[in-house]
């Protein structure tokens, strides 16, 4: 089955640029919408945004400034990019599949385990 | 932005009770609402989508309903394996947001 993985640094200074890889295993990245989503310690989860595999994007307006998600189809892998970090970006980044059930719906369905990324100098 | 408030915050319940969770949005979403399971240290598990279609693979004990501004995740008889984290997160707008999550917890 699908699988997915975040990989990147754990550690960046304040305002250096964050960036973390998911790789798709187990199928293609084709054909599917693929997220980011991050949650800070002891907090609820946070909308990043998403790619299609064509490379069309949705970002969320309150990162949009400093956010990049591209996709590189040859490798089966999408990255995020996220520019002049400070404390507040420190959370658990995930990436997810977006799955379209029909009809508008759609639903994260397959996640990666998570990766930390810690803020600090 | 759509703001996603969930009641409670947390309960203490008992294995084979009957578990309901509420999702309020603040205006209305249609039934463009997903429901997710998170245990400590561990990724999402999508359980219900468009508001109350099971995800393949979950327990018919799972439940979902609602539409407009207000829906409901039912556990019906609550497994030692369901101890965990409910979210919901709207899917009809941009950005998409999550509920705070609801903290189910060993009474």
């Known amino acids: 089955q699908v699988q997915l993985q975040e990989s990147g640094p754990g550690l960046v200074k304040p305002s250096e640029t964050l960036s973390l890889t998911c790789t798709v295993s187990?199928?293609?990245?084709?054909?599917?919408?693929w997220s980011w989503i991050r949650q800070p310690p002891g907090k609820g989860l946070e909308w990043i945004g998403y790619i299609y595999y064509s490379g069309s994007t949705n970002y969320n307006p309150s990162l949009k400034s400093r956010v990049t998600i591209s996709v590189d189809t040859s490798k089966n892998q999408f990255s995020l990019r996220l520019s002049s970090v400070t404390a507040a970006d420190t959370a658990v980044y995930y990436c997810?599949?977006?799955?379209?059930?029909?009809?508008?719906?759609?639903?994260?369905?397959?996640w990666g385990q998570g990766t930390t990324v810690t803020v600090s100098s | 932005d759509i703001q996603m408030t969930q009641s409670p915050s947390s309960l203490s319940a008992s294995v084979g009770d009957r578990v309901t969770i509420t999702c309020r949005a603040s205006q209305s979403i249609s039934t463009y609402l997903n429901w997710y399971q998170q245990k400590p240290g561990k990724a999402p598990k999508l359980l219900i989508y468009g508001a109350s279609s099971l995800q393949s693979g979950v327990p018919s004990r799972f439940s979902g309903s609602g539409s407009g501004t207000d829906f409901t995740l039912t556990i019906s008889s609550l497994q030692p394996e369901d101890f965990a984290t409910y979210c919901c997160q709207q899917s009809y707008g941009t950005p998409r947001t999550f509920g705070q999550g609801t903290k189910v917890e060993i009474k």
């Open positions: 997810a599949r977006r799955t379209d059930y029909g009809s508008g719906y759609y639903g994260m369905d397959v």
């Open positions: 187990g199928g293609s990245i084709s054909t599917y919408y």
